[in-house]
């Protein structure tokens, strides 16, 4: 185990410490590796709240056996492009990568392949999905049901979940592009923010407990985020856990177990990963210089405020990954520390 | 033909008219039929702006030979499960017909197939193609790119279109869930209708010329629609022209062409057709049980508005479908009589 002097660590150094305490609670050395590479993905991306330091949550469930430590992932194909995967109640991110290894296998010989999981937890953010697939040529639609926290349109009641959905398209030699989002307007962090800070949210960000849009972010928190849109972001929200929940034969809207008041329970979370081989479509020149023609059709918008110029999803997350695999990542102590006790676990062999 | 005394018609009676003025208009009576098939279902869902009054506006661009009667669509598969398909600047909704019926073929056998369609029209409303798909037991994404209305986030120049996209649900013995919908917040229209009544908008609809949101729906007339979610609806909308236009080697963004500003230039619109055999995954037992459950968990949330009980996606449209089935679809005399202008082009045979 490397030492840890600072608290800026390389990828590799990162990528280790991430493994070896994810073995710390009992992973397999493979399904580690693999489920530390999204997390750490996510951290170079600069998404800290989806970053390594989920492990910590993640080894909360795993040491009381709510997430299962060594599950037996099944991979199913109930036909040549369609796959269904049972997790097994292992950690999202390795029922994650084992879902979207077996889509990549299939499109690659298909030319487009789905795979359903089942049985899952919180898999991380998306886009270090996406970004693996578009780096292999792959453009893919992935996304994953959520405990609930929003109301069906004009509903009171918590019913569905924030339904992270992400979506990624290769640009050979160059930054694919990335769109990871939630459906929410808001993320309760904002709300929390505005809490502290009283001030006022937008009537356009979440409702009180009675379904009602407020102003007020501490009748906000007690109440339900409002999705993009109305009725058009509850659709997209009922879309993904559609697919994601209900296809898969996974848990969806209220049977999903909130891992807060029932961490000890199988979550039973669902998630799609549906990939497209874009070398089937063309050569990479091809592709490349239509996706080049396109983002820049976008950064050549003259924009409203002078000083903001327009962006193309992922750009920020694609900036920050170049930057962190420059200069590092730095890790907040106190997590850094938590790790490294995580790690300590392992016999040193 | 048959005789028209009244302006309510059956299903058949506006099938046959819709046919009928189709093949007036140069069509083969196959791919007339098949067009029309898509326009009165819309017709009959109630979605009266995207229904068989199109067939006016495909007119004029095909008496001016700016859309193709008698196209030679290509379907060219260049995996098992992806399809590239060239619409030869035929109607659209023809176009998307041949589109998705090659992909639901492939998707029978591999379980998930995606046709690409280039050279194409405006393709009509969605929800119709993810009704029919549902019908044969298909989970279905479907989209197609658009004029240019939308200008990038942060951006003050119209580069993408509205970017509509549906998606639809099968449900044995029941309703399938569907959801169609645009990326803008609002439509046009409903801007036209407040500045019409001199009534102020929501600053969350649309900008002024300047990319600034505005209040006054005459400045906000000569701006840009607004995506839903902000920078979320604005990569939602390009995920779609990805799919429909960059992938499938269509136009896209500003590339497309305008039909207002050139009806006698093909538009070389992109559509895509994600269908997703859902018989693979569970008996229709299996299926109809979780759509009813899943549609249950929604309707028996308690409401915010005690008079307005929440809703399941496509609920609207299912039901006006239901009802024209039995009553009869009513058509503005003025469009029955067009309609029946262009049927009467067809010598009796």
Redesign the interface.
Same mark, same amino acid.
């Given at each position: 185990m490397q030492d840890q002097s600072g608290s800026v660590l390389s990828e590799a150094e990162l990528g280790a410490l991430a493994t070896r305490s994810l073995i710390g609670l009992g992973l397999d050395p493979k399904d580690a590796a693999d489920t530390a590479g999204i997390l750490v993905l996510a951290e170079m991306f600069g998404l800290g709240t989806h970053g390594v330091g989920r492990i910590e949550s993640y080894g909360e469930r795993l040491d009381i056996a709510g997430i299962n430590p060594r599950p037996s992932i099944t991979v199913e194909p %109930?036909?040549? /492009?369609?796959i269904?995967v049972d997790g097994d109640n292992g950690v999202g991110p390795l029922v994650g990568m084992r879902a979207m290894e077996a889509a990549m296998q299939a499109?690659a010989?298909? =030319? #487009? /392949?789905?795979a359903?999981a089942r049985g899952s937890n919180h898999f991380g953010p998306v886009s270090p999905y996406n970004y693996m697939a578009a780096q292999a040529g792959f453009?893919s639609?992935i996304g994953s049901n959520a405990t609930t926290t929003i /109301?069906?349109? =004009?509903?009171?009641?918590a019913? @569905?979940g924030n339904s992270p959905c992400g979506?990624g398209?290769p640009n050979p030699g160059g930054d694919p592009?990335i *769109?990871d $989002?939630a459906i929410s %307007?808001a993320a309760r962090a904002k709300i929390r923010n505005a809490a502290k800070a009283g001030q006022p949210i937008p009537d356009?960000w979440a409702?009180d407990r009675?379904?009602?849009p407020t102003t007020d972010p501490n009748e906000a928190l007690n109440g339900f985020l409002l999705p993009?849109? =109305?009725?058009?972001?509850? =659709? *997209?929200a009922? %879309?993904v856990d559609?697919?994601a929940g209900? @296809?898969s034969?996974a848990a969806? @809207?209220?049977h999903v177990k909130s891992w807060v008041d029932a961490p000890e329970e199988p979550q039973n979370l669902g998630h799609y990963f549906?990939l497209?081989?874009?070398k089937?479509?063309?050569a990479s020149d091809w592709l490349s210089g239509? $996706?080049s023609d396109?983002a820049d059709?976008?950064h050549s918008?003259?924009?409203?405020?002078p000083k903001?110029? %327009?962006? #193309?999803?992922g750009e920020i997350e694609n900036r920050n990954l170049a930057r962190a695999r420059r200069k590092g990542v730095r890790l907040d102590p106190s997590l850094l520390a938590k790790l490294q006790a995580l790690a300590a676990r392992v016999s040193p062999g």
């Open positions: %109930v036909a040549p /492009a369609l269904r499109a010989t298909t =030319g #487009v /392949a789905l359903l453009a639609l /109301a069906p349109w =004009g509903g009171s009641e019913r @569905l979506f398209f592009i *769109l $989002m %307007v356009t409702t009675t379904g009602r993009i849109g =109305g009725h058009k972001g509850y =659709g *997209l009922l %879309v559609l697919l209900l @296809l034969g969806y @809207l209220t549906l497209i081989d874009t089937r479509l063309g239509r $996706m396109f059709i976008l918008t003259p924009p409203a405020d903001a110029p %327009v962006l #193309v999803p």
